[in-house]
């Protein structure tokens, strides 16, 4: 392991300068496990952060991180303890598959692994089991090196929100449609022109991400073989001229009647492992339930939680038409809790798991 | 009746200063069949019209009706063949009887009677036989008055669009969520500290509107008896940024498997009675099928049709995870053929066939 | 004076539900030398204040405040230090003169009494020894109560970047074009129908307000009588899409040339009384001037400085087509230092100082 | 002269998928003149315009140009009687001067060679006289191609606006500040994450070139040679989230002091070539003035005129703080009167007068 002198981790950030790259580098300031040693980049090689960047966060760019210079994408010579990739599907497919071979722990936020039948797709509050799949891929790779998924920013808001409910039920059907911010889309991302005054029905690829996805996560492990939750998940997905937070409304069928103060409860309740382990980027609370009538709202509840951004916040749940059906509205924070929030409080975990 | 020197009936309008009301002087303006006679206000009553509104239309509003006088709510003196209704629900209930019962055919637009046992609540090409309650409802009211009401703007999206589908097939459930335009909730309506960079996932009892409202209109008027349409409906509304076209995405389930090219087929070949009398306001298409992969979209669709706004534009129609399930997505415009539209195009569906 | 337990004084707020007013609310909660007692409301008298009030800040409300009743506006039983007002115009007329005429000392964010002979219009970092003419105003009210005033938002945003080069230099003419959030208009205020995809290049009696009130500001008071800066001001005002933060381009011709090293030296070192006493609202430097080409912008300098929302940030200083000729941009906070903040400064200022 | 069946000019078109071209592509649709022939790109070169194009306008892309091939950019074998071109200036420096060399009439809305000793830079309705020099230029060329420039599209609302005043007054002294749509910059130009509730006060050069392209526009052609108008021009530039028409708070010093009735009346007579010639794209007032305190906006205002979106609109005349100042505001169509539309027109007075 390649501590630093304060003992922390060394990490290398693939994709640094795109909008979950961005939240990465911020989220990393200053983190107290692991400090952001390597910024790769394919255009961008060669310049200063500073230079390369379009800062869109709020927060000042840190000088040190400013000054720092942006590597070619390359294994060699790399001394870090972990890879975070941000990288575009296309890119990350070829790349991050080189990096776990040549031995080193790729956490990813990208799509293109997350699917793949020895990769786990894991929310640190609702599957962290999943990871003992690593051992079968390091074999199958034949290095020390492995990669491990985050879902697609839509899916960690509805699999988180729908984890605590099939505790108590079996959840048959959902018909799920989302709102979703264009920082979802990256940076340039979605062209002005298109969203001032306008939402589009289609994002593309992302109604069966998160069907696929969210099959999966709720699924169990077998023998190092992953077994899909068993529901029919319909997703229609909308681009709303919103910077940050996915809003996504839900329709459950669930295969008895439903208690909703019971479910209510659940959810409050609800904690996972981070929570337990208290890391550091773990906030108290995964969900928040909200009873105003109108609520969650992406300008009031993007950045809820203790950890700003990485609680989902629930609203408005009721039943249908029968106590059989459940509606509700969730917000996730797209490029935190929905991306790099949820790989860095992941990666906390595995250290403290000794996965890494 | 009271003729013009044209010809034209004489029209008074109830609400004339709102959004809705906007568009109904629009639509009104060189209309064939009517002619704009009494414009009615409260705040507004005793100003030229021209003072009173807050024009938002891009159109410049004619000289003759900026120097037309607000008349206060009344029916003494009243000469006029119709009354149009674009009054709040609150005001409605009390106004609109009113007029009713001095003898005036009241059109509205406003949600107060919709679901009157007495009163029919019509899409003119979906289901203009529910004009046949009226005789029974005069009889009732016992005057040569009634009213006839046009649905929610979201209800007109969906109650139009499901009746093709509902000629080959029986639905017997609906999940649909809304994307709704600001113009929906009237002027000023939605303040833009609200609505700017945020979605709002509630519009107060606009779910229950949009199932109560589609069973009426796609059901049966049998003895002067309203029988609902069998059909479960979960919907979700939510506002966005965008002035004006209310997205919805739909998902249906159906009693039996679907052929969807037939189902296509249905809609392009989709026509009503205002397209075979070729009224002054019906598109020749009610519904336009879009297959491009991200339409219909509110920029591009909402003066979709060749009477601009009047026509529904249907995209993304695909099969959900079987052959019974279909999703789709629709754009209408929730002013004009959501609302001022609807009612005059009903409006000349009665003249022709006689019921004023 | 009317200390609590923790020897706070006791303040009253008029105005509370308002935009500024809610500003005001959070600005209060816990702030070290103040303790809100009384919220007065006019519609909302006898409400909760959580029930009142549409609560358009990220923060939560707390729970303290939410429960407290809103009592009707009314001097009698009154039991506080001090009035803050963030009434509008007309009401302000009437009611602050009552409150000061009892003996309170009224701050205002209101415009009613700004160009008043008697009334001192105050940026405490700008012209703090304008409030020595309060001693005259007692004389001549008779009582113990005074009135005194903060600018409007766009006036603090100009007068705070002017005061430095005032300092160095004379200006003679001002030529300021205002892009303005539409909070500035208070809630609900603008309407999204008018603004999405809009700008309204007019502003009632904000252009105005501008040119008399920045004249006072940087004037000189001599024996109880204020004499006006001799700068001729033009202002052009336009509201933008944007939820907080007005942006201003300003054009300054000076007596002679200017070096702009200096200028940016002396704008950089600038700071004023709240500073040097170090009170609890002072931001370390009321005035950050940033480097980049394309900086200040309301996403990134809205909440600029130690005290966030409390410094002005100007950008692209750059001489005009010769040397006695400057541009800059500026952007202010609009409700809190352009509104709350600048009064909640202003009343610690005057505590410390003795006028309260 | 290469006239096709309907005795109509051929044209080609540079740059025809970005959002000037497009805006060419919809103009030259059935237009009297005009066949549009050629259309060029350089990625898109080989596909259909259909499949090439991101189409951003309302109007339904017709069928036979969504079937035309794209070509690569080349004069071999072009047979047409003008090439337009709404190239990026970086591509247009190198590419325009290839055609004009091999002797075609260029007519471009690039910046690259407007303020070249030998462009004429030309707004039909203010210089004509300035494309005189279109003799020496060939000459110098050695060709019978040339090449024309209308300004850019800040300049062309000044540039419009100032005529009249300037045929009345001498104007001195220009303060203009621009709120700019985001299709100014072209597609997809400005990202969402920029411009959504946010300002930017910075457009890479526009500053200069609304100095500098005014400057000329509104100055003389002697012996073959620009001379300047002598007037000072301070501009800043701002873009905001709006999708078509700049708004521009003008400031004017003028040599003396002015009649505002006069000025108002020279605006409302103002007329030029285009409409004594009745050329198919102009409009029949070029400058319109509203009265209203609130005009000229976007959203009413971007389509004004008879030939829509070819009139500038404007508003808010007032004196300032003397009678030899002079504010108002004005609306440009940046994509039609401020780019495509401009050049067109050009293009038919050129005709008409057989420069063409």
């Not at 300068?17 to 939240?23: D, H, I, N």
């Not at 060669?46 to 991180?65: D, F, H, M, Q, S």
């Not at 929570?275 to 550091?280: R, V």
Request: contains cysteine.
């Amino acid at each position: 392991m390649v501590k630093d002198e304060m003992g922390k981790m060394k990490v290398a950030l693939l994709g640094a300068t795109g909008a979950v790259g961005q939240r990465f580098v911020d989220m990393l300031n200053k983190h107290s496990y692991f400090e952001l040693e390597t910024l790769f980049g394919y255009s961008s090689a060669g310049k200063r952060y500073g230079e390369a960047v379009n800062w869109l966060l709020p927060t000042e760019l840190p000088e040190e991180i400013k000054e720092k210079n942006i590597s070619a994408v390359n294994t060699k010579d790399l001394d870090v303890d972990i890879v975070f990739s941000s990288l575009p599907s296309s890119a990350a497919k070829e790349v991050e598959i080189k990096f776990a071979k040549e031995g080193f722990p790729v956490l990813s936020n990208a799509s293109a692994y997350r699917l793949h039948e020895m990769v786990p797709l894991v929310i640190p509050e609702v599957n962290p089991e999943h990871l003992e799949v690593i051992d079968a891929q390091k074999r199958e790779l034949g290095t020390e090196g492995f990669i491990v998924t985050d879902p697609n920013c839509s899916t960690v808001g509805l699999s988180l929100a729908l984890k605590p409910i099939t505790n108590l039920y079996r959840v048959e059907k959902v018909v799920v449609n989302t709102l979703q911010a264009v920082s979802g889309a990256g940076y340039p991302g979605v062209s002005s022109l298109d969203i001032i005054d306008n939402v589009i029905p289609y994002i593309e690829k992302e109604e069966e991400k998160i069907g696929n996805e969210t099959r999966k996560i709720l699924g169990r492990l077998e023998n190092n073989s992953f077994k899909d939750y068993n529901v029919k998940i319909h997703a229609s997905c909308n681009r709303v001229p919103v910077k940050d937070g996915h809003l996504e409304n839900v329709y459950l069928e669930l295969s008895e009647k439903v208690d909703l103060d019971e479910v209510k409860e659940e959810i409050r309740n609800f904690i996972g492992e981070p929570q337990k382990l208290k890391l550091p980027t773990a906030p108290e609370k995964p969900l928040i339930i909200r009873e105003e009538k109108d609520r969650p709202q992406p300008r009031f509840d993007k950045l809820a939680g203790s950890v700003p951004g990485m609680s989902v916040t629930i609203g408005r749940l009721r039943y249908g038409k029968n106590e059989k059906t459940l509606l509700f509205s969730l917000l996730v924070h797209n490029t935190i809790r929905g991306a790099a929030g949820c790989v860095l409080l992941l990666a906390e975990l595995m250290k403290v798991k000794g996965f890494i």
